[in-house]
């Protein structure tokens, strides 16, 4: 049997997810309607040897309580647990700390998962890949699989924000380097892993074991905690020298979420490749827009494409919403438009209001690998219970919660 490894990281981490991240983690944040953590887990339970999800991070535990309930009732063939690092413990050390936990039942492989990436999640093809892979070297099977990207040449320019992965013909990985300063391959770290269990837990403790070894020694100069291991940083480059270490390559979709505005792309490449049915709206739609059934649009409106809107909104006749997020129990009144945002919940927007951020391009670098430090959101982002007086034009701002916007703002943060 295999079991099913999500890392959600905590509140240090989400800060680039803010201020969309200040009531909820960035990995429950609906995309398409549906949390991302949900994206994942969905095609999870289609694959009958996983029976367990272990979802480990250092946000509190009462964060995943609701989340949890819902998925039992959804997916009563899995069973989900949230385990909870005492503090930041990197992306292997958890696996190391919660070993125990995941050698239960035995698992002989486990899958391992960036919690905030986007992609056709091909759970069932890595499993045959990997069941599918011979060393050729010495002969024994796969014990590691990466989920690798292959990227477009011009976006493989920026090398040292990615993991990199040199693989030979026959797939079979010869370099791992996470981030490199020079460009080494058109195929990046996905932020999938299948690894045979029992190599990769003892390939973290041999690697936490030569940092305790480095803890006493007084000639370091960074203090070393031998507590926190990173898999791209401390494993990955190691694994190439034992063998099996294989790259299975997908051209599909894929998107990283790091900062909110990536929200948006994510959001357009998830309803690209989903299916809905708004055949029960009377508004004029341009697909693809998903529509909670709870909400609430006027004829007169025009929704799309690129569009989430969440449940309990309410949007008033001549409204337009393009290529926008619309979270919980929005209000749009008559004849505002909505561009390129990120609305959260509660907020009200009032009559010919105009909320406007910038075009993200598809392949757009600076959302792709999240490369620059932007100053300015490319989208515009109301946080909750934001009310947007009438007549007002709001263009590239993020708003902080319970802020009232009075007047035209552009390229504003309003705290
Ligand atoms: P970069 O380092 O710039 O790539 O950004 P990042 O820190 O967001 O990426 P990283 O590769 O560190 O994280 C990948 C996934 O692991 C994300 O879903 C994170 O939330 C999660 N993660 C990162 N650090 C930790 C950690 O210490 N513990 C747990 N449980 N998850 C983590």
Redesign the pocket.
Known sequence: NTKAII????DL?GTRFRPLSLNTPKVLFPIAGKPLLSHIIEPISKIQSIKDVLI???YENSVFKNFLCECREQFPNLNIKYLR?YK????A??LFHFRDEIKRNNPEKIFVI???IICSFPFKEILEFFTKQQDYYDDSEAKAVVFGIDVPKYLASHPHTFGAIVADKNNKVIHYVEKPESKLSNIING?IYLFNSKYIINKIAEVKHSKDELVDDVTNVDPIDSDVVSL?NDILAKLPDDGGFYVFKSGSYWRQI?RAASALPANDLVLANTKTDNSSQKCEIIEPVFIHPTAKIAASAKIGPNVSIGPYCVIDEGVRVKNSILLENVEINEDSLVLYSIISSDTKIGKWVRIEGTEIKANDPVTYFEVHEIKFSKATILSSNTFINDNVYVKNCVVLPNKEIKVDTKLEIIM
Not at 7 to 10: K, N, S, Y
Not at 88 to 91: E, H, M, R, S
Request: net charge negative; glycine share 38%; aromatic share 4%.
């Open positions: 890392l959600v990281g905590g981490r480990i991070g250092f690092e930041a413990l990197g992306t050390g958890g960036h919690g905030d932020g791209e790091k």
